[in-house]
């Protein structure tokens, strides 16, 4: 299925697309087309012949799933259109490393981010590009000159959604930096909305809006291939009017009713739209063969260079879980979520047969164009639990009904028009979930956990035949991991006792010289309580190679959260702390520590921006 590219008047920047010819006009009726409906890979996606069998398609599938109380059981608590992302993600001298296996795959960025994938930036509350950085707080985008003693304050920009509104903290919630441009993705306050402005910063002294454009769907992921904006959006059950029963034969009425609702909807209720019209063309929506969540996952595409000139494609599921390698977006799709109702942790798994399916895409330019699925047995947990190199798929899959009481590494490749598995290792932390996985270009490394942290490496450098190189076991277990060179692993995130009760943060230092049997070197715990923020969000942790320093934000208290920055110095086998005092309240999970290319470090916290020392 190929991204079509759709375009858009400069006057037209309220409005998202235009479909060239085959799709939505916004404003206008759908333009009549000729063209036959896009030929799909496979059959695990089918593309609709009309806008009105798309439509069809959607409530035929929601009729299965409407009852006399509405979706479901009736108990499903809607989540901003959608789900959920945990951090998931040889030999010493003069002995040969098994087969060259190494952890020296770099993972910083030069915007300041820390990154799952080196050459993809990921959108964050600060950017930076030379001596300019960008942050946003409470609506406004505020750019800094970082090139004197001291950070000077160059322009404050306010950020409204489209129509002009002011939303209670503005619509700025997160952003990328490309070529002088500053794309901010924003949320309305009630989740179903996403506004996408640029900011032209030209002269960063007086930055310019030059196009705000508001989309119903809830921003997912946002990601940047050169100069190439992606905003993955989703869209869950449309909220609608239901009954609920009440008197004699009041389920049988109400469940007729809601089935009335549902057969009423139209696509507008189904898709991303703008001012009420549908921003993806009928023909560029793929329909899973597979029983997934009802809802649209959409990717659209933008070059910062000409914001209203955009490209989008869909899938007809509602799925959180995507990973975006340099030349591929995977979209794993889970089982409906009926029934889950407030448990944010309870997200779909796999299908109801045990199994998750997985969309491949090619990226090239603007273009996102279907080319296989797969799928697999077992649990996928989020974006750090995949992985893409040199056209082989790895996936770090937890248990299901279709597997045994354990995790698993696959790798898959491409096979024609789909995605077939090419090896595995099976018997990772039994009767364990997965915390963390870090991936290589020839190497996993993945942290399971129950009552120790099973630490196992895991040789991909042969696809068809990866196998289990060595494991460590301790207490506690690491969120999230972060590479230090070939021989060095730094694991953030709680430590525990021996019968698996957490105490507090942890960071630990681990030897993988032998990944046949890796060691942990030394391990700084924290205050009872604790929660190291890397954990949650890794983006809270800044690796400075030169300096051999590791910063970290650790928090500690649910009311009254104080937060500090832990400053790791690493000597050899061993690790010093200092602890520093920087924030307290909501505001620490907005703290950044943004490296320049000068040495020096920016502090970024909820009001201010300074230098800090390490």
């Known amino acids: 299925m190929s991204l079509r590219r759709i375009t858009t008047s400069i006057a037209a920047v309220t409005c998202l697309g235009v479909a060239a010819g085959v799709g939505y006009v916004v404003g206008d009726a759908p333009a009549p087309t000729t063209a036959p409906p896009i030929a799909l890979a496979n059959a695990d996606l089918t593309a609709a ?39 998931t993600g040889s030999e010493s001298a003069g002995i040969e490393r098994a087969a060259g296996v190494s952890t020296s795959r770099s993972t910083s960025n030069e915007s300041g981010t820390n990154v799952q994938e080196v050459g993809v930036d990921e959108s964050d509350v600060v950017k930076v590009a030379g001596s300019l950085l960008l942050r946003l707080r409470d609506g406004e985008l505020l750019a800094y000159d970082v090139s004197g003693d001291e950070p000077t304050l160059l322009s404050t920009t306010a950020l409204d959604d489209a129509r002009g509104t002011d939303w209670p903290g503005g619509p700025g919630g997160e952003l990328l930096l490309v070529d002088g441009r500053a794309v901010v993705l924003g949320s309305s306050p009630d989740g179903f909305e996403t506004t996408i402005t640029t900011v032209d910063l030209a002269d960063p ?5 030059v196009d705000a454009t508001t989309v119903r769907g809830r921003v997912s992921a946002v990601r940047l291939h050169g100069d190439v904006v992606r905003v993955v959006l989703v869209n869950g059950l449309p909220e609608l009017d239901f009954s609920s029963p009440d008197g004699t034969f009041g389920q049988i009425r109400a469940r007729l009713r809601n089935r009335a609702l549902v057969r009423d909807t139209t696509l507008a209720d189904w898709l991303p739209t703008v001012d009420g019209e549908p921003v993806v063309a009928c023909e560029d929506v793929a329909v899973p063969d597979d029983d997934v969540p009802l809802g649209t996952t959409t990717v659209i595409a933008l070059d910062p260079a000409s914001p209203t000139d955009r490209a989008s494609t869909a899938v ?3 799925s959180d ?23 944010f942790d309870c997200r779909p798994g796999p299908g109801s047969d045990g199994t998750t399916p997985i969309y491949a895409f090619a990226l090239d330019g603007a273009d996102t164009t279907y080319v296989a699925s797969g799928e697999v047995e077992g649990t996928i947990a989020d974006r750090w639990s995949m992985d893409a190199v040199g056209g082989s798929l790895r996936v770090a899959v937890g248990a299901s009904s279709e597997t045994g009481n354990f995790s698993s590494v696959i790798t898959l490749r491409e096979d024609g028009s789909d995605l077939v598995e090419e090896g595995r290792v099976d018997g990772l932390g039994i009767d364990e979930e997965i915390k963390s996985v870090r991936w290589f270009d020839d190497l996993a490394i993945v942290v399971t956990f129950r009552q120790t942290d099973p630490l196992y490496a895991i040789d991909l450098s042969d696809p068809t035949a990866p196998r289990l190189l060595g494991e460590l076991k301790i207490p506690g277990f690491s969120e999230y991991l972060h590479p230090l060179g070939e021989q060095r692993l730094i694991g953030v995130g709680q430590d525990a006792s021996l019968d698996g009760v957490t105490r507090g943060a942890q960071a630990a230092l681990f030897d993988v010289t032998d990944l046949t049997a890796p060691r942990q070197l030394d391990v700084v715990r924290y205050p009872k309580q604790s929660q190291a923020g890397a954990g949650l969000d890794p983006r809270q942790f800044t690796w400075l190679p030169e300096q051999r320093i590791a910063l970290t934000v650790v928090s500690q208290g649910w009311t009254g959260t104080t937060g500090w920055v832990s400053v790791l110095s690493l ?3 061993s690790m010093s702390n200092r602890m520093v005092e920087v924030e307290h309240g909501s505001d620490v999970a907005d703290v950044r520590l943004v490296p320049l290319e000068s040495g020096r470090v920016v502090l970024v916290t909820g009001e201010d921006v300074s230098f800090f020392e390490v």
């Open 321 to 343: 879980t995507s990973y975006f390698s340099t030349d591929r977006f995977y979209l794993a799709a889970g089982s409906p979520a009926w029934g889950w109702g407030d448990c």
């Open 571 to 573: 000597d050899g086998g």
């Open 49 to 87: 012949g009309s806008c009105e069998e798309l439509l069809d398609s959607y409530v035929e599938r929601a009729l299965e799933q409407v009852g006399p109380y509405g979706w479901g059981s009736g108990i499903i608590a809607f989540d901003s259109l959608g789900g959920s992302d945990a951090s």
């Open 316 to 318: 007809a599921t509602d």
């Open 205 to 209: 002294t007086s930055p310019s809006v």
